[in-house]
């Protein structure tokens, strides 16, 4: 079991920033790939970034590449989502995931088997 605990949400500005980070309880963390994803109200739940291993692999969707960083500390069980430029369609609840890794890197929610509880991003124009 990996209980995932996911902070520093808030309100900001358009181009503003934040970081994220998510705790997890494991001390295999290093063991797992893990991901960001986010839901809108009234949307379905979206990949955002993924990480494993290292670090040296990582996946982004479309619409965040150049702007939202993912990376891991190991040492701290902890991985971070760095957002920079942010948009109000950025604007979701944004939940922390850990899964096995597999090459290609999961994007789908099914292949995570743990989740946090997730952390409100919302951004105005």
């Known amino acids: 079991q990996v209980q995932l605990v996911e902070s520093g949400g808030g309100l900001v500005q358009a181009g503003g920033s934040l970081r994220l980070s998510c705790a997890a309880s494991?001390?295999?963390?290093?063991?797992?790939?893990m991901g960001w994803f986010r839901q809108a109200p009234g949307k379905e739940r979206e990949f955002v970034a993924a990480i494993i291993w290292s670090g040296g692999n990582t996946k982004y969707v479309d619409s965040v590449k150049g702007r939202f960083t993912i990376s891991r500390d190991n040492a701290k069980n902890t991985v971070y989502l760095q957002m920079n430029s942010l948009k109000p369609e950025d604007t979701a609840v944004y939940y922390c995931?850990?899964?096995?890794?597999?090459?290609?890197?999961?994007?789908?929610?099914?292949?995570?088997?743990?989740w946090g509880q997730g952390t409100q991003v919302t951004v105005s124009s």
């Open positions: 995931a850990a899964g096995a890794p597999r090459i290609p890197i999961p994007t789908t929610g099914a292949l995570y088997d743990y």
């Open positions: 494991r001390r295999t963390f290093s063991n797992y790939a």
